[in-house]
Structures are given as structure tokens and as C-alpha cells.
Nanobody, 123 residues
Framework: QVLLVESGGGLVQTGGSLRLSCAVS????????IGWFRRTPWKEREFVAI???????TYADSAKGRFTVSRDNDKTTIYLQMNSLNPEDTAVYYC?????????????????WGQGTQVTVSS
């Protein structure tokens, strides 16, 4: 069992930045992958970014060049730095975890989810 808690969402103007955090606890000794996803009224659980156990990352096209995923040395907090935000980034952002390390971009591959944090970008 892995517990995930997101924080850091809020209201920001177009062009602004936010840093989301995902606190990971529970059975974290085994390799796992952390994914960031977002939900809007039009898309359910859209892939945003991934960080593998080994520290590699990959991004959705919409996030490339603007978003950066990182983590603490002890792997207990994963961050999503979001820059140059625009209204299309408005969504509820979730972090999710699944066993094993790899580039899993489908949300159905993840069994553990946080409660989500709202990001609103005003125009």
C-alpha cells in the first residue's frame, strides 16, 4: 500500500508558475513509478509526466519545455514544477504510483492515487 498526498495547487495568472508536491509514504522500499496526471471537464486523467524509480522522466507534449519533474534524494517527495502556465493547464492534478519502474503513461496502469490538487490559470 502506498499513500500519496498532493499539495501546491492554487490560482495563478497566465505565464506564472506553480510547484506541485507529491508526498509518498507506505511501502516505498520497492521500485515504483510516479506519474502526474490531470483531469479537466473534457479529459479524464490526461498524462502529464512520469518519474521512474531510477530518476528518469518523460513528459506529455503539452508539458515539454514548461514542466519539470524532480524528487528528493530519499524519493519520498516528487515535485512537478510548472512554468509558463496558460488557461489550458487548468485542471485537477493528481500524482499516482504503480509498482515497477518504467514509462507508464496510461492512467489505468496506476493503482494508487492521491486526492488531487486544483490548479487554476486565469487569463
Amino acid at each position: 500500500q502506498v499513500l500519496l498526498v498532493e499539495s501546491g495547487g492554487g490560482l495563478v495568472q497566465t505565464g506564472g508558475s506553480l510547484r506541485l508536491s507529491c508526498a509518498v509514504s507506505g511501502r516505498t522500499s520497492n521500485p515504483y513509478t510516479i506519474g502526474w496526471f490531470r483531469r479537466t471537464p473534457w479529459k479524464e486523467r490526461e498524462f502529464v509526466a512520469i518519474m521512474t524509480w531510477s530518476g528518469d522522466s518523460t513528459y506529455a507534449d503539452s508539458a515539454k519545455g514548461r514542466f519539470t519533474v524532480s524528487r528528493d534524494n530519499d524519493k519520498t517527495t516528487i515535485y512537478l514544477q510548472m512554468n509558463s502556465l496558460n488557461p489550458e493547464d487548468t485542471a485537477v492534478y493528481y500524482c499516482a504510483a504503480r509498482p515497477a519502474s518504467g514509462y507508464f503513461t496510461d492512467p489505468w496502469r496506476y493503482g494508487w492515487w492521491g486526492q488531487g490538487t486544483q490548479v487554476t490559470v486565469s487569463s
